[in-house]
C-alpha cells in the first residue's frame, strides 16, 4: 500500500482542518516546502497536495507551491483541488504534478472529466470521491450531491477510471479512525478500483489495517502534524 503523507494549503501555508471546516483551520507551518523536504528526506515517495483555497473558490490558487515542491524534492504529487478546466489540468502538470484529481468537477461535469482521462490517460487522473452523511460532498465539503454513489462509481468505473481516492467528511481530521467499513465496502464492489483511503487515520495500526484490507493508498495529515505518527514509522512501512 502506498503510504501518502497530506499537505493542505491556504494562502500558502501548511494547514489542517477538521470535517472541512475552514474555520477550524490550523496553520502547522509557514513553509509547505520545508514540509515536502522533510517527508523526502524521510524516505518517502509519495505527496497529496490540496489546494483548499482553490477549492473553495472553484480556481487553482496555489500552483506555485506545487511547482516549488516539485522542483525541490523527488516527491511523486498528486494535486487536488480547483481544477475545473483542461487549462487547469495543463498548469498542474505543467508545475510537476503526476496525478491531478477531478473533485467537484466530477460530480459536476462529469464529460469534461472524461475528456481528461481520455487526453492524460487512466492513470494520470484520481476521480475524488468525499462522501458526507451518506451524500456525495462537493465544493470544499461546502455542498453536497444527490447523485448516488453507485451511480457515480459506476459511471467513472465504465468509463475506465483506475484511481479513486475517498474521505468519509466526519472522520476527517478526528483522529478517531478510518471509515474501515466503507473502505471495505468499495473494495468489495469495485474490485477493479484502486482506491486511496483519506480521512481519521490515527496510528501505525490503523496503515497496517488498511494495507491488509489491499487498499492502494492511504493519505495522512493530521496525526502526522499532531505527533501521532512520525516520519520513522511511515518511512518503515513504505
Not at 199 to 219: F, K, P, T, V, W
Request: charged fraction near 25%.
Amino acid at each position: 500500500m502506498r503510504i501518502i503523507p497530506a499537505i493542505d494549503i491556504i494562502e500558502g501555508k501548511c494547514v489542517r482542518l477538521t470535517q472541512g471546516d475552514y474555520g477550524s483551520k490550523k496553520v502547522y507551518n509557514e513553509n509547505p516546502v520545508e514540509v515536502a523536504k522533510s517527508f523526502a528526506d524521510a524516505g518517502i515517495t509519495y505527496l497529496h497536495l490540496v489546494d483548499l483555497d482553490g477549492a473553495r473558490t472553484g480556481k487553482v490558487v496555489n500552483w506555485k507551491v506545487l511547482e516549488q515542491i516539485a522542483a525541490k524534492t523527488p516527491l511523486r504529487i498528486d494535486f487536488g483541488g480547483g481544477l475545473k478546466t483542461q487549462d487547469d489540468l495543463h498548469i498542474v502538470f505543467e508545475c510537476g504534478a503526476v496525478q491531478a484529481t477531478a473533485g467537484s468537477i466530477a460530480i459536476k461535469d462529469r464529460d469534461e472529466v472524461l475528456r481528461w482521462i481520455d487526453i492524460y490517460g487512466t492513470e494520470k487522473i484520481i476521480v475524488g470521491l468525499d462522501v458526507k452523511d451518506g451524500k456525495i460532498a462537493t465544493s470544499g465539503w461546502k455542498e453536497t450531491s444527490e447523485l448516488k454513489v453507485t451511480d457515480f462509481l459506476d459511471f467513472y468505473v465504465d468509463a475506465g477510471a483506475s484511481y479513486t481516492v475517498s474521505t468519509d467528511v466526519a472522520k476527517d481530521g478526528m483522529l478517531e479512525g478510518p471509515a474501515f467499513q466503507w473502505y471495505n465496502s468499495l473494495q468489495r464492489d469495485y474490485p477493479n478500483l484502486k482506491v486511496v483511503a483519506s480521512g481519521g487515520i490515527r496510528g501505525i495500526d490503523d496503515l497496517i489495517h488498511l494495507s491488509e484490507m489491499g487498499l492502494d493508498g492511504a493519505i495522512i495529515g493530521k496525526a502526522i502534524y499532531e505527533g501521532a505518527i512520525t516520519l520513522k514509522e511511515l518511512s518503515e512501512l513504505c
